[in-house]
């Protein structure tokens, strides 16, 4: 089930599990959107923050000095798409080409006949968990990595910054 939650300022699209009644969402995706043209953190497209959002937003912001919902060209919005999932497996599913099994959770194996759900192609194909680590454009920032210093801080606004 999806829902956009508004909290703090923070904007998450938010993948629920209701298997045990509790909410748990372990990790934080950020996407960038390549909003005015570039990477933030070439070569990186995608960082992992085993984290909530409110508090990987605040790791974030430690490590990279900058606020993901910056807008760094208005046309093109807001610097990173973030969004939460409970396991990387279902963060970074869609960025393996990993299909789904009936209840629509991403299953960590090559497609196979009893797989359903649509397959997004991506230049590369299927990849493990192993290969997708590897990517130079991907950035896992596993609970044990976060230094208990960079969970906390304030998040400065960060509006519109393009410079011609
Ligand atoms: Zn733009």
Redo the contacts with the bound molecule.
């Keep these: 089930m999806f829902f956009d939650q508004e909290r703090n300022g923070i904007r998450c699209s938010i993948i629920l599990s209701f298997t045990d009644e509790r909410i748990r969402i372990m990790w934080t995706k950020f996407w960038d959107m390549h909003?005015?043209?570039g990477l933030k953190e070439d070569p990186i497209q995608f960082i992992f923050i085993e984290a909530p959002a409110d508090e990987a937003v605040v790791v974030f912001y430690n490590r990279f000095k900058h606020n993901p919902y910056r807008v760094t060209?208005?046309?093109?919005g807001e610097d990173y798409s973030v969004s939460c999932h409970e396991t990387l497996l279902q963060a970074s599913g869609f960025h393996r080409s990993c299909p789904m099994n009936k209840d629509g959770k991403y299953i960590s194996q090559n497609r196979n006949k009893n797989s359903v759900g649509s397959l997004k192609k991506t230049p590369q194909g299927y990849q493990t968990a192993g290969e997708f680590r590897k990517r130079k454009d991907v950035l896992i920032i596993p609970k044990k990595d976060i230094k208990k210093e960079e969970r906390h801080g304030v998040t400065p606004e960060q509006g519109y910054v393009w410079v011609d």
Excluded: E, K, Y
């Design positions: 909003s005015g043209g060209c208005s046309c093109c």
